[in-house]
């Protein structure tokens, strides 16, 4: 796992993942504005194959505001982007992109409390996902 990201390993198909990660978004507060499906994206457009993942594109509005407050050139990282990734037909990967991360991006100091909410929401929506094989974790 990256040094930017947060991450739980899965005992679950794809497709279950996905649905358990929208709610788990949705319990700690977080809409999905956004859906990319790398999958069908990359074959339609390359005409490769990849195994099924999404980015779900999830947003705290409060957070956003007021992390927009502190800094407007913030937006270009927002919405918090989480990777759900298929390893195999019973194991998945959730990552989402590590809210302290947006601390390296900004030279402005009043982010920590908007970053800290936020990892602390992200870390609760992978510590409630069913089955996971590892703890979910940063590195």
Known sequence: MADYTLSTTLAMPYD????EVREGLADQGF????????KATLKA?????VPAQVILGACRPPLAYEALQVDPSI?????????????DADTTVVEAFD????MGLSSSGGLDTVAADARQRLDAM??????????PQEQ
Not at 45 to 49: E, H, I, R, T, Y
Not at 126 to 135: D, G, H, K, Q, R
């Open 31 to 38: 809409g999905v504005l956004t859906e990319n499906d790398l």
């Open 16 to 19: 279950a993942a996905v649905t």
């Open 99 to 102: 809210p302290h991360a947006m």
């Open 75 to 87: 937006a270009t990282v927002l919405p918090c982007n989480v990777v759900v990734r298929s390893v």
């Open 45 to 49: 457009k390359l005409d490769v194959d």
């Open 126 to 135: 992978l510590a409630a996902l069913t089955s996971p094989t590892t703890t």
